[in-house]
């Protein structure tokens, strides 16, 4: 069996920076990789030469994209869409971002999707009302209503305006018991058979977008596109082989209190090398370029 081809999917909307060209080199050196791109040119340049430079292929045109926003997911099936078209065909699809780097060399892993038995590498949690805080809070979002706010006081004694919401019954929307709602990061693999099931779907013209669109409307709540509805699909297909328990990326939300993991950084080496972690994130300029020039020299280019 020859070595797969890869196609790696990616949104920016900010000039390349050391840690993305540094990602876009790795990527190039991968032999029969792709590197599929939507920018948000409404945001910033993207520079010709390095698109030429690194041979990328690019959503032409582009879109108006927010974080946290519906406008994700279609720009995100478009890179999809032009991967999945490319000749020679592409056995895999891997979604990184310009934060992310690499942390095993090309043949661990070309080796590592050559061998496998599974179709999806994805994070999947039912969004539910009990359970993990970010689907129960997708819940809330998802199947029921704002209404009006009441001045409370809470236990602790400080003043509140409640959020008093009506339910609505998930079997009355699109994610109903024939296509239950599933959340996980962004960062996923999929193999062709599973890339082809999520282009069939056709997801921006589902009424499942539509809803979840609508729903995210309301400014005091939001159920991340980008992490439920392509989730959604795969899970909910029971064609394909899904491994959900384990995503193979290295990402550290200790400490953090906002919707951004940690920086890496040098004392982090020793974790993402004992790790089974193909990428890892986030990384930036700052504070990450010795740690990035460490898993090149001991790790990639070993």
């Not at 038995?117 to 970010?134: K, N, R, S, T």
């Amino acid at each position: 069996m020859s070595s797969p081809k890869i196609g790696f999917a990616i949104l920016s909307h900010r000039p390349p920076k050391q840690v993305f060209t540094k990602l876009l080199q790795y990527l190039k050196n991968l032999p029969g990789a792709v590197i599929g791109l939507h920018h948000d040119y409404s945001q910033s340049d993207f520079p010709q030469a390095i698109i030429n430079e690194f041979d990328i292929k690019v959503v032409n045109p582009s879109m108006n994209t927010k974080w946290g926003h519906i406008s994700k997911v279609p720009a995100t099936l478009e890179v999809f869409k032009l991967l999945y078209e490319q000749q020679p065909e592409l056995d895999w699809f891997v979604t990184v971002s310009p934060n992310c780097y690499a942390v095993k060399s090309h043949q661990y892993l070309l080796d590592f999707l050559k061998n496998t038995q599974y179709d999806v590498f994805m994070e999947l949690m039912a969004i539910a009302p009990q359970g993990h805080q970010a689907p129960v809070s997708h819940y809330t979002t998802l199947f029921s209503k704002h209404q009006f706010y009441l001045p409370f006081i809470s236990r602790k004694g400080k003043f509140y305006m409640r959020d008093i919401r009506k339910a609505i019954d998930p079997e009355t929307t699109p994610f109903n018991s024939k296509l239950k709602p599933f959340t996980g990061s962004d960062w996923f693999i999929l193999n062709r058979k599973a890339m082809k099931a999520i282009l069939d779907a056709d997801i921006p013209n589902h009424p499942a977008f539509h809803y979840l669109a609508e729903a995210n409307l309301d400014k005091k709540r939001n159920a991340s596109p980008i992490e439920i509805l392509v989730q959604t699909f795969i899970a909910n297909n029971k064609e394909l082989k899904i491994k959900s328990d384990n995503f193979y990326r290295y990402i550290d939300w200790e400490g953090t209190t906002e919707w951004h993991p940690r920086t890496l950084v040098m004392t982090d080496y020793e974790r993402i090398k004992n790790s089974d972690a193909l990428f890892a994130r986030k990384f930036n300029d700052e504070e990450s370029l010795p740690l990035i020039a460490k898993i090149d020299s001991e790790i990639i280019n070993k």
